[in-house]
């Protein structure tokens, strides 16, 4: 049994304690700032606190406390076995705080409180440690030339990182990006989705208990306005942001009309689940299916949101999704049985309904679910809804939605299926269900995406050993692995002649 199912999450969210200003230079600031934001829990409706939405002063001192403390050498001078020491503490710490992060990160953004506890802030436990411990196990290189010169290629810290988040995986999306920018040795401004900041000013906070110097890992916390705002600061060596692909094609303008600074882009996806007539479990293939895209009620950015099943087994295959589908029937983020919660923002869940409203007018048929509920609690709670006899031209095929919305497309041949998963702007994920060696191999080759999964889809584990990313309009770049300190290093040639 999971610690997250002993525990009264009801009356623990009446004490947790939330915090009121951002973190900038080590000290709590913006309490008093003229600016500020309401955050609006999902689950009710209600208002949660109160966030400063940081001024372009406020993210001045930011970016001047992160460049003081880089250039002063506090974190990047540090002996690797200091820092890894440190990173490893930090999680620790996170660890020890869990109960209340995942908390945090259920009130702000809605998702089940057992896959905060249990997933979402385990990734960030995990990549704190994995990067930590992987700081003096990355080394720079020595390349062949002729006698009497030595050629080093060495890997440093680029400075100052602007981090962007998105409010789908709070904790777990900053156990992706700031761990190995902090790992490089580079000093950080992060500014999370103003729905779910409350985790990262706390996290940042542990970082201070860890030993991270002041100023080298900043929260700033607002909307829009102030993510342009990072896009635009000549201050800021590097940009890594995760959410949507057209506001990541905005940060790229932003760069090209300051300081070109380099923008890495984990953008969206629409993402193809092929399932083929000799799948080695049809029954398990559609139940894996339902949990693609239900599970933190769609709002992932790989989720299996375009169901392409071979004719041959369509009926078997949509009866087993619409089956499991059940089982994610909204409820309270804060019971621990809950699989499915509401939307993360109001706003979220108008547009997740406009799209289930053009699925029908485009003559989609609805399966099951199909609208909102549990509306008496004035929460953003939408039924899991699967369209089936869908054709991939429709906009529920071709557009990312972002909420629990399955369009099922039937196809004939191996051919098709490749024709339809690549027939989109996006390229994140796939999966493909086949017992032919033969078709897993020519399949995977064939989908034009960063990952892709055979007789799965995905892992439960955060596995930070692969790299993560996008081709096409899902961006480029890479989280995870050691591929992802790729994007906060700049490559440093140097010649020293020997004689």
């Known amino acids: 049994m999971s610690a997250a199912q002993v525990v009264d999450w009801v009356s623990a969210a009446a004490r947790v304690k939330l915090p009121k200003g951002m973190l900038v230079d080590g000290r709590q600031v913006g309490t008093d700032s003229d600016g500020s934001f309401t955050v609006i829990g999902p689950r009710d409706g209600r208002a949660i606190t109160t966030l400063p939405e940081a001024s372009a002063l406020e993210l001045d001192q930011a970016v001047a406390a992160a460049r003081r403390a880089f250039d002063a050498g506090v974190w990047r001078n540090r002996r690797p076995a200091e820092r890894r020491a440190v990173m490893v503490k930090l999680s620790e710490l996170i660890d020890r705080e869990r109960a209340s992060l995942a908390l945090l990160d259920s009130l702000c953004m809605g998702a089940p409180i057992t896959m905060t506890h249990d997933h979402c802030v385990q990734w960030a436990i995990d990549s704190f440690r994995w990067y930590g411990e992987a700081i003096d196990k990355v080394y720079d290189e020595v390349a062949p030339t002729g ?45 999370p989705d ?30 829009a306005r102030v993510g342009e705002a990072m896009g635009r600061h000549r201050g800021i060596d590097v940009i890594a942001f995760t959410g949507s692909t057209a506001v990541g094609a905005r940060f790229m303008r932003y760069s090209g009309e300051s300081n070109a600074k380099p923008v890495w882009l984990e953008l969206g996806g629409k993402s193809p689940n092929i399932i083929f007539a000799d799948a080695p479990d049809l029954a398990a293939a559609a139940q894996t299916a339902a949990f693609a895209i239900f599970m933190n009620s769609g709002q992932v950015c790989a989720a299996g949101s375009r169901l392409l099943v071979q004719n041959s087994v369509l009926d078997e295959v949509l009866q087993g999704v619409t089956g499991t589908a059940s089982i994610f029937a909204p409820a309270d983020p804060l019971s621990a049985t ?12 108008d547009r997740v309904l406009g799209y289930i409203d053009a699925g029908r007018q485009a003559g989609a048929r609805i399966a099951c679910g199909g609208a909102a509920t549990r509306q008496e609690t004035g929460g953003f709670y939408i039924q899991p809804t699967i369209f089936h006899g869908v054709s991939n031209d429709m906009r529920i095929a071709r557009e990312e939605i972002f909420g629990p919305v399955l369009s099922v497309i039937g196809f004939e041949t191996e051919e098709e299926a490749v024709r339809i998963a690549n027939d989109s702007e996006y390229g994140l994920a796939a999966g493909l269900w086949t017992a032919n060696l033969a078709r897993a191999h020519r399949v995977s080759s064939a989908l034009r995406c960063g990952t892709v999964s055979v007789n799965v889809y995905g892992t439960d584990a955060p596995e930070l050993t692969v790299p993560f990313g996008g081709y096409k309009g899902s961006g480029f770049g890479r989280d995870k692995s050691l591929h992802a300190i790729d994007k906060y290093v700049q490559l440093k040639t140097v010649w020293m002649a020997t004689n």
Do not use: C, D, H, Y
């Not at 990182?161 to 990006?177: D, E, R, T």
């Not at 919660?341 to 706003?347: I, M, N, S, W």
């Open 147 to 191: 006698p009497g010169v030595v050629a080093l290629i060495k890997r440093e810290p680029v400075g100052v990182v602007g981090l962007i988040l998105p409010w789908n995986w709070p904790a777990g999306m900053l156990g992706w990006k700031v761990p190995p920018a902090l790992a490089s040795g580079n000093s950080v401004v992060l500014k």
């Open 194 to 223: 103003e729905q779910s900041s409350l985790s990262a000013i706390r996290i940042a906070e542990l970082a201070l208990e860890a030993g991270v110097p002041p100023g080298v890992f900043n929260v700033v916390t607002g909307g």
């Open 338 to 349: 809950t699989l499915m919660g509401p939307l993360a923002k109001r706003e979220q869940f």
